[in-house]
Protein backbone atom coordinates (compact mmCIF):
# COMPACT_ATOMS: atom_id res chain seq x y z
CA UNK A 1 0.00 0.00 0.00
CA UNK A 2 0.83 3.46 -1.11
CA UNK A 3 -0.16 6.39 0.36
CA UNK A 4 0.03 10.11 -1.33
CA UNK A 5 -0.05 13.47 0.49
CA UNK A 6 0.11 16.76 -1.41
CA UNK A 7 1.40 19.91 0.26
CA UNK A 8 2.39 23.47 -1.77
CA UNK A 9 -1.17 24.57 -2.92
CA UNK A 10 -2.85 27.96 -2.39
CA UNK A 11 -3.95 31.30 -3.86
CA UNK A 12 -1.43 33.15 -6.46
CA UNK A 13 -2.17 35.80 -8.53
CA UNK A 14 -1.94 35.15 -12.20
CA UNK A 15 2.30 35.40 -13.64
CA UNK A 16 2.95 33.92 -10.12
CA UNK A 17 4.27 30.19 -9.45
CA UNK A 18 3.45 27.71 -6.68
CA UNK A 19 5.61 24.34 -6.10
CA UNK A 20 3.74 21.48 -5.58
CA UNK A 21 5.15 18.77 -3.75
CA UNK A 22 3.93 14.93 -2.94
CA UNK A 23 5.41 12.08 -0.68
CA UNK A 24 4.63 8.74 -0.73
CA UNK A 25 5.15 6.33 2.06
CA UNK A 26 6.60 2.90 1.99
CA UNK A 27 10.43 1.56 0.24
CA UNK A 28 8.97 1.14 -3.36
CA UNK A 29 9.02 4.73 -4.51
CA UNK A 30 11.54 4.50 -7.27
CA UNK A 31 9.78 1.57 -8.69
CA UNK A 32 6.57 3.78 -9.26
CA UNK A 33 5.83 5.95 -11.97
CA UNK A 34 4.47 9.34 -10.51
CA UNK A 35 2.23 12.01 -12.35
CA UNK A 36 0.32 14.90 -11.66
CA UNK A 37 -3.47 15.23 -12.47
CA UNK A 38 -5.98 18.18 -12.14
CA UNK A 39 -9.50 18.57 -12.11
CA UNK A 40 -11.95 21.41 -12.26
CA UNK A 41 -15.83 20.79 -10.52
CA UNK A 42 -18.00 19.45 -13.12
CA UNK A 43 -14.77 18.82 -15.51
CA UNK A 44 -13.25 15.25 -16.01
CA UNK A 45 -9.50 14.97 -14.69
CA UNK A 46 -7.15 15.85 -16.80
CA UNK A 47 -3.16 14.64 -17.10
CA UNK A 48 -0.70 17.71 -16.33
CA UNK A 49 2.78 15.61 -16.05
CA UNK A 50 4.55 12.60 -15.26
CA UNK A 51 7.89 11.45 -15.20
CA UNK A 52 9.38 7.70 -15.22
CA UNK A 53 11.47 5.63 -12.34
CA UNK A 54 14.49 7.22 -12.23
CA UNK A 55 13.49 10.56 -13.53
CA UNK A 56 15.44 9.83 -16.90
CA UNK A 57 11.94 11.16 -19.24
CA UNK A 58 8.91 13.21 -18.35
CA UNK A 59 5.89 14.32 -20.48
CA UNK A 60 3.88 17.41 -20.06
CA UNK A 61 0.51 18.25 -21.37
CA UNK A 62 0.31 20.96 -24.00
CA UNK A 63 -1.03 22.92 -21.49
CA UNK A 64 1.86 23.29 -19.04
CA UNK A 65 4.67 22.75 -21.74
CA UNK A 66 7.27 25.56 -20.94
CA UNK A 67 5.56 26.34 -17.92
CA UNK A 68 5.53 23.82 -15.48
CA UNK A 69 8.64 21.61 -14.77
CA UNK A 70 7.73 17.75 -13.12
CA UNK A 71 10.77 16.29 -10.72
CA UNK A 72 11.53 13.86 -8.11
CA UNK A 73 14.14 12.91 -5.32
CA UNK A 74 13.58 8.96 -4.91
CA UNK A 75 15.56 9.48 -1.73
CA UNK A 76 13.10 11.77 -0.26
CA UNK A 77 10.34 9.54 -1.75
CA UNK A 78 8.64 13.16 -3.17
CA UNK A 79 7.59 14.05 -6.45
CA UNK A 80 7.79 17.90 -7.30
CA UNK A 81 5.50 20.05 -10.03
CA UNK A 82 6.99 23.71 -10.44
CA UNK A 83 4.39 25.64 -11.84
CA UNK A 84 5.26 29.12 -12.99
CA UNK A 85 3.89 32.22 -15.42
CA UNK A 86 0.47 30.64 -13.35
CA UNK A 87 -3.22 31.51 -15.15
CA UNK A 88 -6.46 31.37 -13.91
CA UNK A 89 -7.09 28.63 -16.13
CA UNK A 90 -4.89 26.52 -13.84
CA UNK A 91 -7.26 26.95 -11.08
CA UNK A 92 -7.70 23.32 -9.93
CA UNK A 93 -7.54 20.20 -7.26
CA UNK A 94 -3.97 19.15 -8.40
CA UNK A 95 -3.36 15.32 -7.67
CA UNK A 96 -0.68 12.84 -7.24
CA UNK A 97 -0.67 9.50 -9.20
CA UNK A 98 2.12 6.73 -8.46
CA UNK A 99 1.59 3.90 -11.04
CA UNK A 100 3.61 0.61 -11.15
CA UNK A 101 1.66 -0.80 -14.94
CA UNK A 102 -0.33 -4.37 -14.34
CA UNK A 103 0.38 -3.88 -10.62
CA UNK A 104 -1.05 -1.18 -8.80
CA UNK A 105 -1.69 2.47 -8.86
CA UNK A 106 -2.58 5.31 -6.29
CA UNK A 107 -3.83 8.78 -5.83
CA UNK A 108 -3.44 11.65 -3.10
CA UNK A 109 -6.31 13.24 -1.83
CA UNK A 110 -5.22 16.66 -4.10
CA UNK A 111 -3.97 20.31 -3.24
CA UNK A 112 -6.24 22.97 -4.38
CA UNK A 113 -4.65 25.28 -6.73
CA UNK A 114 -6.21 28.85 -6.82
CA UNK A 115 -5.31 31.72 -9.64
CA UNK A 116 -6.63 34.72 -9.67
CA UNK A 117 -6.84 37.53 -12.09
Known amino acids: QVQLVESGGGLVQAGGSLKLSCVASGRTFSSYKMGWFRQVPGKEREFVAS????????SYADSAKGRFTISRDNAKNTVYLQMNSLKPEDTAVYSC??????????WGQGTQVTVSS
Open 97 to 106: HARRPFLDTY
Open 51 to 58: ITYSGGST
